[in-house]
Every structure is written in C-alpha cells, then in structure tokens.
C-alpha cells in the first residue's frame, strides 16, 4: 500500500517540478469552452441549453490531451520498465498512476467548470450538479484513458490515434454526465443519472487498472 | 528467430557471462530471464519453479538494469534512490540512501537533479540502488557502460562482494570482466 | 480428427484454401433465395409501400456487424490467453468484413430514412450505435497497423478488443437512454412495420447469406496474412516454388 502513496507522491512531485505541462492543459479547457458560444452566438436560453454538452466534450478533450503524458516519459526513461519488474504488483502502481493523472488533469476541471458555468449562465443548482457529475464523471476518463494510453505507448501516431480509440468508449459518460446537468437545469430528476455515472466508476475502478497493466507488459515485452 | 538451444544452470556465487557480437541477441536473452519477454519454447525457472508460476517472489529476488538508467531527470540523486525503493516495497532510510550514494562517489551531488549529472555519474546512482535493493539475482546489461576506471572498480568490487555472499549474476559486456567464477555463454 | 493440428497456420491454409468455394456458394445460393423473397415474395408494407424493402439488407448487416465484433474478440481473447497466432490473425481478418458491415447498415440506413423521414441521418439509438461499432472497429484497424511488431500488434488489438466487447452493451444501453430521453418525434428505425412471415424469412436468409460472405471473406484474408506472415518459413517457400 505504501508503494501506492509512494507513487502518488512521485508523479505529483514531477508534476510540480514542471507545472507548465498541465497549466496548458486547463487553458485548453477554458479556451475551448469559450469558442462556442463565438461560434454559435450569445444568446442565453440556447447557449443555457447547450452548456451541459460543451463543457463536458471539452472534459473529454481535455483529458485525452493530459493522458498521452501518463506514461510516456517513465516509457521512455526506463523506470516503467522497472516498475513491471517490480515486487510490488503492477495494477497498484498503475493505479496509483491514475489517481495522480487525475488528481493533476480531473480534479482541475472539476474545481474550473463552475467558473465556465457561470459564462453561460447556469443556475447554481446546475452548477452543483455539474461539480458532482464531473466528480464522478473524471476518475472514469482518467481510468478508460489509462488503458488507451497504455496500448499505444511508444506507437506511431500516438496521440491521434489515442483519441480514435478512447472518445468511443467515453460516450457513455458524456451522455449520463450531460444528461445528468441538462436534466437539473430544466428541474428533472437526476437520481437516475447519478447511479448510473456512479455504476460506471466502479465498473471502471475493477476493470481498468488491470487492462492498463496488461497492455503496459505488453508494450515493454 | 534469434536463437535457440540454450540452457545452462546458475548456483549461488556463480555468475553468467553472456557474450557474443552486436545484434546476436544478448539483450533479448536477458530481458527473457528478467521475464519481461516470454520464450516460445522453454522456461525459465527460479530454485526449480517456472518465474510465470510465481513471478512475485523473483521480483523479489530480481534487480535488472537495462541499457536505459531508469532515473528520473526532474528528480535529485537522493530523491531517485527513495522513491525507486519505496516503489519495490522495501523503503530505505535516508541516512541509508546517502551513504550509498556517498560510497559510490557521490557526496555534494546528492540533492542535484539528476539531468545535472553525467552520464557516468548517473550510472553511480543506479550502482546505489543496486546496493540498497539486495536482490539475489542481478541482470545487468552492459553495466560497464559509460563508467569511468573508478567507477569500474567499484562495480566489480560491488558485485565480487554480491557473489561471495552467496548472490548470482548475469552480465553482458564487450570488455572482459575481471570477477573469478564465471560461466561463459557466447551466442 | 485431431482437430488441433489445424491450429497451426500451415495446417489451415490448405484446409482454408478447400473451404472457401463452399462457403461461396453456400453465400449465393442463399442471398439469390433470401433477395427473391424480399423482392417477390414479402408483400409490400402498408404504411412504407416497396420502399421499406432496404431493410433486407439493412438489418441482417446490423446483425452481422455484431456478431462479427463478438467472434473477432473472442478469437482475439483465445489468442491472448493460449498464445496462439492463428487465433490472432482470425481476428485481424474479420475486422474489415465487420467494419464493412457496420458501414453498409449506416448507409442503407440513410436510404431507408431519406424517403420515410425526409433525412438522410437520424439520431435514433440503433444508427448511433451501429456507428459507435463503426468506430470500434476501425480503431482496432488502426491500431493493429500503427503497431510495427506483429506479436504485440496482435496483443494490443486483443485487450482493445475485449475492452470493446465490455462496453457495446454498456454503449447501446446508454445510447437507447439518451434516445429516450431527448427523442420529441417517433422517428426509429427499430420502429419496423410488424412483421409478416415472409419478412423474418427473407431477413434471416438474407442474414444467413452475410454470414456466409463473411466467412468465406475472412478465410480468404487470412490466408493472405498467413503468407504475408509465415513468409519466411519453408513451407511458404516451397507454395511459391510450385506455382511459378
């Protein structure tokens, strides 16, 4: 257990050492969101509308950006190597590799998209409820991601097709995340929403580690 | 297919000298005893058990270092030392870790990031870990690489001390290895 | 017969070789009976008139698209768990014919919708899903061509595979539930006039007739990636000497 807090610790500490790698990624998020009401126009009821589908498919983009740096530099120096030869069982450190990848990429946008919120007017209510679906809704990115990152490690194309093999499999969430804010706003139930995201978070929790560190043996074989 | 009909025993105190020309496939042989590539024909088997029966226990008892140094760059000397003991479960001291580090000629660069050392002097960090990690069985892939004469000695006093205390090792290199009980395999 | 020594890709290719022409034939003499009935013999529907006959092809190909996806992951999963490579190649072969079929459901789709509904797309659950397959299949194309080693190509494809297999259902679940949701008009394609006898019959042939296809198709790629493989072996060697 303590190698996974131990591994925590290190991937936050190497992001610190270069913060500017994950800054960008939140700018790509604010800046995302910002185009469409450019491109659609700034009218209020329909940009209330479609604000629950917006910010979520910049979540999803944002955090297909972070994941081609999950394990791309330990690949590259060796120490992922190292970590599959490691005693200490390859899932909880990958694990622990995911809790840090979102701790750095998912919990950001969670703290910022009420912020984005505001820009389009959503009531607070909504806004409550888009923190809660995008705190349930990240660790599911992060952890489906995990597993196509893991697969095209080191592959040419890498981060295209990254994307390719991964929106795919978040369609799931964006519809039970957005759904979950679109039917707040309109003072739906969203009891349904939730169960369903929170379903899909544990799924994931049992199955995506494994997957990932499968297919990193894989890559290093 | 690279090669084929290889076998050999390795005992306590005895090491394995894996020679052969660039390209004959030294690096993949040892990476197959890592167990991180499987033989399509053939085991490899630890104190008689296949290494996929129970791979958690040659983990253990493993340390392989490979061409790359498997250091951080952003992370001091020190810090590198740590974390890649805590990763394998078996956390060191920091008074532990420095005096490693200290006997491989490192003191005053402890806390430097690594990407400020030499590549000499980043193999010394790793000749660290290899002491602190005390593994049984050592896979080192041209660990002479890059080391200074100095350093050089150290290694080969490193591991001298390894084998006499019942270790075993498995070394690639294109410079001969001045260590007494070697098994030689040329590809 | 030990059926095991066909698991090795010198054993199958000869033996895939002497199938493929019955697979054919079996594949014509069904879709000629299947396309008879949807032509001549169902009658035409009363709301949808003759228009609606598309669905003889639209609906098996869904059906096989699906069904291709499952027998392509657990060929993949076979060959992941018993290291086999002829497992491997069955599922790189069957990819193509799956995303084809996925394909042609989107489009016969759009030309079963544009007259009914007046467009050429609609957003209802089945073409949704059947193009989130789409893209699951031309993922594991993707990837399988940008990975350089074979074996790992192989393996990769495997996981993403069954990783797909896992989330089709959780995705067609989902889709159904955002279908539901925003859908105002009644517009579906799963909507189909009830279904006279004749109907499920020439759909079922017509299914049968896909599958058929896709067999002999499948058999006929691997043999191509068994050579492109195996190319180095002498077994391979010697088919070249005797043909030139």
């Not at chain 1, 969670?110 to 959503?122: E, K, R, S, T």
């Not at chain 3, 070789?17 to 054919?24: A, T, V």
């Not at chain 3, 089945?126 to 074996?151: C, K, N, P, W, Y």
């Amino acid at each position: 257990m303590s190698a996974f807090f131990a591994i925590i610790r290190r991937d936050l500490l190497l992001v610190f050492r270069r913060k500017s790698e994950v800054l960008t990624i939140l700018f790509f998020f604010i800046i995302v969101t910002s185009l469409f009401p450019l491109g659609i126009g700034a009218d209020s009821g329909l940009l209330r509308k479609i604000a629950p589908g917006i910010i979520w498919v910049a979540a999803l983009l944002a955090t297909i950006l972070g994941l081609s740096r999950l394990f791309i530099s330990d690949y590259a120096d060796g120490t992922l190597e190292q970590m599959t030869l490691s005693p200490t069982p390859l899932v909880l450190l990958v694990g622990g590799k995911i809790t840090a990848h979102w701790i750095v990429c998912g919990l950001p946008l969670v703290l910022l998209a009420p912020v984005i919120g505001i820009q389009f007017d959503l009531n607070s209510e909504t806004l409550g409820t888009l923190i809660l679906a995008l705190l349930l809704g990240t660790p599911i990115l992060s952890l489906i991601g995990a597993i196509g990152a893991a697969l095209t490690l080191g592959v040419r194309g890498g981060g295209v097709l990254l994307s390719l093999l991964v929106l795919p499999l978040y369609i799931p969430v964006l519809i039970f995340g957005a759904g979950a804010v679109f039917a707040s706003s309109v003072g739906l139930d969203v009891s349904g929403h939730f169960s369903l995201l929170a379903a899909l978070l544990v799924l994931s929790l049992a199955f995506a580690p494994w997957a990932t560190a499968a297919s990193i043996r894989i890559a290093i074989e | 297919m690279l090669f084929t009909g290889i076998g050999f025993q390795l005992k306590a105190g005895e090491w394995l000298h894996v020679r052969g020309e660039n390209g004959v496939g030294k690096t993949s042989l040892l990476r197959l005893l890592a167990g991180l590539s499987k033989p399509p024909e053939g085991s490899v088997d630890w104190s008689g058990i296949s290494i996929e029966a129970d791979p958690t226990s040659y983990r253990r008892e493993l340390f392989f270092l490979g061409h790359r140094d498997a250091l951080k760059d952003d992370l001091t000397a020190l810090e590198n030392v740590l974390i890649a003991s805590a990763l394998d479960g078996s956390a060191v001291s920091q008074d532990q870790a420095l005096s490693a580090l200290c006997r491989f000629g490192l003191r005053g660069r402890e806390l430097l990031p690594v990407s400020c050392l030499s590549a000499g002097q980043k193999r010394r960090v790793i000749l660290a870990r290899l002491l602190l990690r005390k593994a049984t069985l050592w896979i080192l892939d041209e660990p002479f690489n890059a080391l200074d004469s100095r350093a050089v000695e150290l290694l080969s006093s490193l591991i001298a001390e390894h084998l006499a205390s019942g270790g075993m090792a498995v070394l690639t290199s294109h410079q001969a290895i001045p260590l007494p009980n070697a098994k030689v395999l040329s590809l | 017969m030990n059926w095991f020594s066909f698991s090795s890709p010198a054993t199958f290719y000869p033996l895939a070789g002497k199938l493929i022409p019955l697979f054919w034939v079996l594949a014509t003499l069904l879709g000629v009976a299947g396309l008879w009935i949807s032509f001549f013999v169902a009658p035409a529907d009363a709301v949808q008139g003759q228009g609606y006959r598309i669905i003889f092809v639209h609906v098996p190909a869904s059906w096989m698209s699906m069904f291709i996806y499952m027998v392509m992951a657990a060929w993949a999963a076979i060959g992941l768990i018993f290291n086999t490579r002829l497992s491997a190649m069955m599922a790189q072969a069957l990819a193509p014919t799956g995303a084809l079929m996925a394909f042609l459901s989107l489009w016969t789709g759009a030309f079963w919708g544009k007259p009914m509904w007046g467009a050429w797309w609609v957003w209802d659950a089945r073409l949704t899903s059947e193009l989130i397959l789409l893209f699951l299949f031309l993922g594991f194309i993707a990837l399988q061509a940008s990975i350089d080693d074979v074996r790992r190509a192989d393996k990769a494809g495997a996981i993403l595979a069954l990783v797909g297999v896992v989330n089709v259902p959780i995705i067609y679940f989902s889709v159904k539930w955002w279908n539901t949701l925003h859908q105002g008009s009644s517009v579906s394609m799963t909507k189909a006039p009830a279904m006279a006898h004749t109907m499920l019959w020439g759909m079922l042939l017509m299914a049968l007739c896909f599958w058929m296809y896709s067999i002999a198709i499948a058999l006929m790629r691997v043999r191509v990636i068994i050579l492109e493989r195996e190319s180095h072996s002498d077994w391979v060697k010697n088919l070249k000497a005797l043909q030139s």
